[in-house]
């Protein structure tokens, strides 16, 4: 292995493919990333868990069976209000300081099940959900956000800490920080990864999220849960493929510089011979982004009800006032907002005709500066009560060279199809910008 | 308490007052319905797995200390798919015969923080699923199914071994176990009881299901949850009430006893002055149950992935066969699938227009002879579609005698006001048939 650089910046894919040549080793792969950690936690902070003897020791129990699957001696971060065996969960809250699961999450059981090593516990927002921030920092400018509330998960995998790591999104909480990470991230469709093991917040929403550092690596993960399936019709090859912009009525929330760059990879795109398209923004969209808010705060309230009741005093104050600043919800009300975001999925869905994908963007802007805000979910929010699968590619940079993601953004259940219009997307532009280069 | 009869037939509601009154002890409570069990388990075998003197210890820790809610002091059981921190979860899964888990469901913690005593755990299908079928037997008819999946949660609430209990319904694993045993039964909303801690089936369809033996107790449940709001405008006084009755295309699946039941009790609500109308069958909701069944299938396919992967030997054949045999579901189809289910649950809404709730049968029957069935969920696939609250009341019964269950419905969020409603017939039509008597 002499001749390649660091070892940690093997995406997933990578390492699987020399380790199934057997040139190399989990354990020699683990330590690099683990070495790779050290030299960087003390700035960066994504870890709220980590045990390096005991992330070898799994290494060294892959490399001594035989291999399971592609995961096969993969380490994987989780974010910690995934549960784990194996690991502290707490939630970034003291209720649970002490607190270690028995079970793993149903995500983890199946990473387990195919072999993946358990590297650590990854910082979260209290409860992926508001209070208490974690202490991370964006691995591009550690005066910056790595946004959240998978912030951990965000920022471990694109400063080549871990390949691979699962969060989760109810607003958003996977694209938003994979963006402002330079990460490659990944909001499959709703209920498709079962959210068995991990902290609900509203259950119309809560959805695991996926972050790597290549698109191969989605489908590593992707495929881990049975979700890798033939796209028929074959998506088509570069540069033949049809794609749709979606700017939404927000886009007066983009950035100048976000709504830029975005421009200038509409030309890059349309030079190359992609057929774009606008998307006209359906009718049926109007309040998308405040009927996924009554949705979340319905659901926070029964969420968050156990804690409520035995430990108030431990739940942070802007956490306690996030819940009770709740908007007065009749059962009309709810009633309305869930069918209206059920009439929009069909509309979005319909409008979206034979595009190859839709693309919009990831966030309004690069991360912003501070610890104390996570940024926000503006172009996150609507596709989350859509239920449908979104992938952010780090393919939009600030001026000062921060990243921004472009999200692509399909029907539901058409997890696998996107992923391939990402492959395509990312083969024909490829980015090799990291925070180490 | 001398002059009452046996402590053990008090509702938990009748008792909870009595407690609060210092007339009744929880221990004195729980300890009769041990005895109960004591008397009936042998030929019932409603429970899979009960220590005595656990629920006795919790009970006098009720006692000593101040009175939480109304829920202080009363035994609960659990269906033995939804996790506890004392006590075993095994699924019926010889996957997890030695399981223990360190934390409790939500929905069991927040009985818990209420001050409710775990009596134990109830015998369920294999996952709630299928497969292994439990030994529990119909308290009016040992011969007989108790229906299922939840078939220990409705056994021994309507035998009178604890007053409440809770169970999951995903087809009709509530509704159905409640009207062949003769319980209070009610599914309520979708996701207003988060499932978090509950081994998962199909995430669109998973709901918390409540066991009691009156109405006033499915409320004292439903407030723990914080579901017992305001009803405006109230609902009217019987005999005011407006009910539509809803047949279904499926009328003729009804076996008929079933249906001269339910007409006799037509003519019953008629004459006392009940305003009854015929619920036109909206279009919309044409094969609403095999949409149902096509959510279900994918569902499971994700959601015993886990199991599958590491210990495939251990899982029932009947269990392997039923997640094999799934349609050959695409992405359109499962979308096609939803996206009717979403217009259905409108259409209804809708039709249901200014009606106080709509009446039909719980189960085609009552209990089939045999334990190696459990029986149709014809009338529940439906409701459970549609993601709306549902109870059934004990007000039919089979010419031998056998219960079975009247099936109010409502529009979702709608719970307090469908409990209101069932409280109001339940006053009319008082019923006070039990296995025992």
Chains 1, 2 share one sequence.
């Not at 990473?111 to 959900?129: D, I, N």
Request: charged content about 20%; hydrophobic content about 40%; overall charge neutral.
């Amino acid at each position: 292995m002499g001749s390649l650089s660091p070892l940690w910046r093997l995406t997933a894919s990578q390492a699987s493919a020399l380790m199934q040549q057997g040139r190399l080793s989990s354990e020699q792969y683990v330590h690099a990333c683990l070495e790779r950690i050290q030299a960087r936690e003390p700035q960066v902070q994504a870890w709220a868990h980590l045990d390096p003897q005991a992330a070898l020791a799994q290494a060294k129990a892959c490399d001594a069976q035989p291999r399971r699957s592609p995961l096969h001696g993969i380490p994987v971060g989780l974010k910690d209000v995934i549960r784990s065996l194996d690991q502290p969960t707490r939630f970034n809250s003291p209720i649970y300081e002490q607190h270690q699961p028995n079970e793993d999450a149903h995500c983890m059981a199946v990473l387990r099940a195919k072999g993946a090593v358990l590297m650590g516990k990854l910082q979260t927002l209290e409860f992926a959900c508001g209070g208490q921030f974690p202490p991370t920092r964006n691995p591009w400018d550690l005066q910056r956000t790595p946004g959240g509330s998978s912030s951990g998960s965000g920022a471990a995998v694109a400063d080549g800490m871990v390949p691979l790591a699962l969060g989760t999104q109810t607003g958003g909480s996977t694209i938003r920080p994979a963006a402002f990470c330079g990460a490659v991230g990944m909001k499959p469709t709703w209920g498709r990864i079962p959210f068995d093991g991990i902290k609900s917040f509203a259950a119309h929403l809560d959805t695991v999220g996926l972050f790597a550092r290549s698109v191969d690596d989605l489908a590593l993960l992707l495929g881990a849960y049975g979700l890798i399936e033939p796209s028929l019709p074959p998506v088509p090859p570069w540069p033949q493929l049809k794609l749709m912009v979606c700017r939404t009525p927000l886009w007066d929330q983009a950035e100048a510089p976000a709504q830029a760059a975005f421009d200038g990879l509409l030309e890059r795109l349309r030079s190359a011979g992609v057929q774009l398209r606008e998307m006209p923004w359906p009718q049926e969209l109007a309040a998308i982004n405040t009927w996924q808010d009554e949705v979340m705060q319905d659901g926070g309230r029964s969420a968050f009800l156990p804690e409520m009741l035995t430990a108030p005093d431990l739940l942070h104050a802007d956490f306690k006032a996030k819940l009770a600043n709740h908007l007065q919800l009749t059962p009309a009300g709810m009633r309305l907002a869930l069918d209206r975001i059920a009439q929009a999925r069909m509309a979005f869905e319909t409008t979206m005709d034979d595009a190859d994908a839709v693309i919009s963007l990831s966030a309004p802007g690069p991360a912003p500066l501070g610890l104390q805000s996570q940024g926000m979910a503006t172009f996150n929010r609507l596709w989350t009560a859509l239920q449908v699968p979104c992938i952010s590619l780090p393919l939009l940079w600030s001026p000062e060279g921060l990243p921004m993601g472009l999200q692509l953004i399909h029907r539901r259940y058409e997890d696998h199809r996107l992923i391939e219009v990402a492959r395509t997307i990312e083969a024909a532009l490829p980015q090799e910008r990291h925070p180490w280069n």
